[in-house]
């Protein structure tokens, strides 16, 4: 059974630029979740989507927005790219939105900005 | 306490040897607490979802206790190995009293073992 798969692996942008990440879900897996690893930082919670809709939030500018398609893969957006973007980014499934249901993560796209 | 915090930030060990970490997180509105490890140029993987106070889980040669009553929890490794080299991570729902859904991750601890 496939993973949580991430795509592109690396991107580079320009300050002011969008950038697009795609995560797909394991098979079944309807939540999907996004994650921030900047440098020197800890994994922070980005957005959470569930049945197609955001449920929730973490503490990022509105240009940070993504969506969730009707099979359940997610799209991350990221507009008007700043330096402090660059990160490495983590999209993670969950077979339920249970907070003892683990989440299966992929790789991450790394994001810079330059 | 209202985030996630781990101990120690990194941790030296050689082969062979025992070590245990540290992961505190708020006690109130407990709902669950994750442990994953991250190896390098791979995905975080889930080690333990623990959601009873007292439990104990084992897994090999990994195991972790919880107690949610003082918000805090171990995560043991006994015999270490260097394929255990990687950074361990605990998360918790509704750290900092946040809303439903969204997981709270430490700093993470990270491990060398050394051959």
């Known amino acids: 059974e496939a993973g949580v798969t991430q795509s592109p692996t690396h991107l580079i942008k320009t300050r002011g630029q969008q950038a697009t990440l795609r995560c797909s879900p394991i098979s079944g897996h309807t939540s999907v979740y996004w994650y921030q690893q900047a440098l020197g930082l800890g994994l922070q919670f980005l957005l959470w989507y569930d049945e197609g809709e955001e449920r929730n939030r973490g503490n990022f ?5 993504g969506r969730q398609f009707p099979n359940y893969s997610s799209e991350l957006n990221v ?25 299966f993560f992929g790789q991450g796209t790394r994001l810079t900005v330059v | ?35 994953y490890r991250w190896e390098t140029a791979k995905s ?3 080690l333990f979802v623990m959601t009873l106070n ?15 009553k003082e918000g805090y929890s171990y995560l043991y490794i006994k015999g270490s190995q260097p394929e255990d080299s990687a950074t361990y991570l605990c998360a918790s729902p509704n750290a900092g009293g946040t809303s439903y859904g969204k997981l709270t991750f430490g700093q993470g601890t990270i491990l060398t073992v050394h051959p």
């Open chain 1, 61 to 65: 500018p509105p240009r940070f927005s």
């Open chain 1, 79 to 103: 507009n008007a790219l700043e330096l402090e973007d660059s990160a490495l980014y983590l999209c993670a499934s969950s077979w339920s939105d249970r907070d003892q249901a683990e989440a």
């Open chain 2, 1 to 35: 306490i209202l985030n996630v915090e781990q101990s120690p930030q990194s941790l030296h060990v050689q082969e062979g040897d025992s070590t245990n970490f540290t992961c505190s997180f708020p006690s109130s509105n407990f709902y669950a607490l994750h442990w």
């Open chain 2, 44 to 46: 975080p993987e889930a």
């Open chain 2, 54 to 68: 007292g439990d104990e889980k084992k897994k090999g040669r990994i195991s972790a206790t919880l107690n949610t």
